[in-house]
């Protein structure tokens, strides 16, 4: 493997690897075969003296010498892909494989309904998205791009203001019946919130109203980390959640919850589309982040409640 660009391809190889933890996986995007996609990491590990990955029949694991190996492949690679497309003077096609990280909740209520559009305009693009509700490490998951909402601790990203996430306070009618309305948002300590643990300030909820700020510590008998379970919750009439107007917008409307303290605006979270500072945002990764920025902004569900 002295060849340059033989060492480079394989470098690729054993990257993509890693990204989709799949021998078969990477042979099918390659539309090659998996002996020979198993026959040139061997032949990269001969060449290196040692193991990069630790096979087993369930998972393929980075040995300790794999991950050190993994980080400065991308690296390497990033380079010349920049380099690459320097020469090229922007005449990059918007083509290739995408992988977008994001929450659960955002991911599947609104970015998965709108990939049929956006591969509609670029065929060329094949997609893997990958939903969590902790915060991805792209490195580590190899994520060309993810969608954050709240803001950022880790500066060391590149990362695009894509849009606002408002939001409402809600309850079911059961609950108000049972419970009362809350006319005020220091009347909430006398009621079962329902905590969004994930967010730095979860159990702080924050208003304003004719320019004075409200700021209240709210406790309740149940949290969780995914805004979906929170959702349930309040459609069961377990309590009030402070939550995304874009995860109730239905249930609004329906009248399946009722929107309270019309008269005091919620505390907004800011939507980042991040991308690994050590990596050339890609044409595909910008025209993805176009097409979701242009998307976001005209949603009707992400817009505040009047």
């Known amino acids: 493997m002295r060849n340059p660009v033989d060492k480079l391809n394989a470098m690729a190889i054993f990257v993509r690897v890693v990204e989709r933890g799949s021998f078969s996986a990477v042979a099918r995007e390659m539309r090659t075969s998996q002996p020979t996609i198993s026959k040139v990491l061997k ?27 993994y980080n400065e492949c991308r690296q390497i690679l990033a380079a010349v892909d920049a380099a690459e497309h320097s020469f090229q003077s922007g005449r990059e096609r918007i083509a290739g494989h995408l992988r977008i990280g994001s929450s659960v909740s955002f991911g599947r209520l609104q970015i998965a309904p709108r990939l049929a559009e956006f591969l509609k305009r670029h065929p060329g693009i094949d997609i893997d998205l990958q939903l969590s509700d902790q915060n991805q490490d792209l490195v580590h998951e190899g994520l060309d791009v993810t969608f954050r909402i709240g803001e950022l601790n880790d500066s060391g990203l590149i990362a695009r203001h894509i849009g606002t996430t408002y939001r409402v306070t809600v309850a079911a009618p059961d609950y108000l019946k049972q419970h009362g309305q809350p006319r005020s948002p220091e009347e909430l300590c006398g009621h079962n919130c329902l905590q969004f ?57 329906a009248g399946r919850v009722t929107a309270i303290l019309p008269d005091y605006i919620a505390q907004s979270l800011p939507i980042h589309a991040v991308s690994p500072a050590n990596r050339r945002q890609s044409a595909r990764v910008k025209a993805f982040v176009d097409y979701m920025s242009q998307a976001l902004h005209s949603a009707p569900e992400l817009r505040p409640i009047r």
Request: proline share 1%; net charge negative.
């Open 43 to 69: 032949a990269l590990e001969t060449e290196l003296g040692g193991k990069l990955i630790a096979r087993s029949t369930r998972q393929l694991s980075l040995t300790d010498e794999g991950q050190r190996y």
């Open 197 to 253: 643990n994930l967010l730095n300030s979860q159990n702080l909820w924050v208003y304003e109203s004719d320019a004075q700020r409200h700021e209240v510590r709210i406790k309740g008998n149940a949290q969780s980390n995914n805004s979906e379970a929170i959702r349930e919750m309040v459609l069961g009439g377990l309590g009030i959640a402070l939550s995304p107007v874009w995860l109730f917008s239905e249930d609004l409307k």
